[in-house]
């Protein structure tokens, strides 16, 4: 069995791994016509995307790329203020509510609101890209903060806009 300090060391490593053999796995399997692309997204009307994590980095990068492809993107973030400055970075995205996937309440607060926006089954695309590392304590749910944050939160998020 892992202690603690050890599963703490190892987490990065595993996460680490995962980015890259769900990476390597899209690029090596995915067929490219499935892929979107401008022709294919603009002329098939409005659609919608979250992209968690999206106020910075590769999430901001890919809510870029969606809008471009016709996408409305929602900016997924902890930080209001931080989701409508990446707001005004990209156009055709908007920031409803903030989203923390270290708390359960926020996640079931975020999916009421883009519910109530945007009706049930609008959602045509899901990026679960937040995450953290760190072992700063556990979450407001007395879970482990990191495991919640990438693991709990984005199942739960997902489950929650099925």
Known sequence: MLSASTFT?????????????????????????????????????PK???????????GLETAKKLC???????????????????VALIEGSEFVAP??????????????????QYGENSLHLLVNNAGINTNDGPSS????????TNFLGHFYLTNLLL
């Open 9 to 45: 060391a190892l987490m990065p490593l595993s996460l680490l791994y995962t980015l890259l053999a769900n990476t390597m796995n899209i690029f090596t399997r995915l067929e490219p016509s499935l892929l979107p692309t401008p022709s294919t997204t603009k002329s098939a009307g």
């Open 48 to 58: 919608l995307a979250i992209v968690t994590g999206s106020n910075t980095g590769i």
């Open 68 to 86: 471009t492809y016709g996408y409305t993107v929602i900016i997924a973030c902890r930080s209001e203020a931080k989701g409508r400055d990446a």
């Open 99 to 116: 989203l923390d996937l270290s708390s359960f309440s926020s996640v079931r607060a975020f999916t009421k609101a883009v519910t109530a």
């Open 141 to 148: 749910d007395g879970l482990d903060l990191c495991f919640q």
